[in-house]
């Protein structure tokens, strides 16, 4: 029994740290970014859902993300929080 507390202990002491935050991207216009490619250095995370909306997971910070919409490409600096509440971020 010590030994299957201790082994979940050691699991859960070395599982990431990473947190989630979800964030909705909207044109200075007011136009929802449907379907708006996301990058992380240079690599594709996913796209944004209907509503514009994208969830990243990744460890607690800032970050600096490239949104392509409609052709065009926007730098953004997101910082993950693991706050629940939506994030609404303006793009060109």
Known sequence: MKR???AILLI???ASTALADSFQFRTSTGTIAVE???????NLIGYTNA????TIQSPQGGKTFS???MGKA????????GNPQ???????
Request: no cysteine; charged share 5%; aromatic share 8%.
């Open 86 to 92: 939506l994030h609404v971020i303006i793009i060109q």
């Open 51 to 54: 509503q514009g909306i994208i």
């Open 4 to 6: 299957t507390i201790l």
């Open 67 to 69: 949104v392509r919409y």
């Open 12 to 14: 859960f002491g070395l």
């Open 36 to 42: 708006a490619a996301v990058f992380l250095d240079g």
């Open 74 to 81: 926007t730098t953004v600096t997101l910082n993950i929080t």
